[in-house]
């Protein structure tokens, strides 16, 4: 897997997610924390979307950050003449090129679609603009109408070419065998946008990265149409474990956690529980054996390391499924002796009281707190 690039659409795809609406305030903070983060692109909303739309894209260009800023658009010439007065530093085009999307959205057929492509990408190029071309509904497209029209667009100049599974229906093998398709016919980046419907969005991430594409695009928590597209966390998680050095180097991890609580907010969602990283417990381990393994070497059952993201791992030890060495080692965080047999003979007695119901850390303290007590203290 090459040096990839990460096109961050929370303020675009993002804005399609049922619950999503963002004051200009809430784009502009999401827009610098993005920056912060260290994504390459930021893309947004088409102008043409509403008056306001165009007035929040103006604004973010002009907050002079590090990302590049993006906008999307339809295939069309009303919407290019505006994206290019924005500011935007490029320009995602984007058109349907499924028989669904030709037949039930745009009706237009394959010649008309390159007709309209080229003339909009040779605009926004006279503009000193960067240029993507997509093909909506990728997956579901002929093969040949859409090797014939990347073929055309690279020809003219684009800077990326999209693939999109739109509606999700992609699996990694096809991801992989389409990317490596189109970068035969093609001498532009490969960009790939791919939703989430059957859960395989990262997984096609990473199976186009390996198959030659250069960018994905993702938003934060994975919000978008539906149930959304590649998170940016869950990418962050599988890149790590590819490319340490370079993912450690490009993107600040450590703000991840802020970025994403900053999102869950704005759209008013909690960042869910088995969330890549952020998860409530993704980085607890609970039982007896794993607990022993990670206190001598977290790396037993630890893929990835939550210091790399700032946050800090934690044993679960109240709870019947509990082993001796983690007891022991909650009672040496308490400042307390016992030796390993008696350890084990507290561990017997908080498992005891475990499978009558569920245990907190107080239970469990208070019995190692009892049991010192009686060991400590001489029999009258
Ligand atoms: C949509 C458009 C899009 C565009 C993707 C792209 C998709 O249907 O809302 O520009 O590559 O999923 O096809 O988000
Ligand atoms: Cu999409």
Redesign the pocket.
Known sequence: VGKFQVIESTLR?GE?FANAFFTTEKKIEIAKALDDFGVDYIELTSPVASEQSRKDCEAICKLGLKAKILT?IRCHMDDARVAVETGVDGV?V?IGTSQFLRKYSHGKDMNYIAQSAIEVIEFVKSKGIEIRF?S??SFRSDIVDLLNIYRTVDKIGVNRV?????VGCANPRQVYELVKTLKSVVSCDI?C?L?NDTGCAVANAYTALEAGAKLI?VSVLGI??RNG?TPLGALMARMITADREYVLSKYKLHKLRDLENLVADAVQVNVPFNNPITGFCAFTHKAGIHAKAILANPSTYEILNPSDFGLTRYIHFANRLTGWNAIKSRVDQLNLHLTDDQCKEVTAKIKQLGDVRQLNIDDVDSIIKDFHTEVSTPAL
């Not at 999209?162 to 739109?166: H, K, V």
Request: aromatic share 0%.
């Open positions: 795809e399609q999307h995602d984007v997509s909506e509904d999209g693939i999109a599974d739109t960009e946008h939703h695009d978008g149409e597209i």
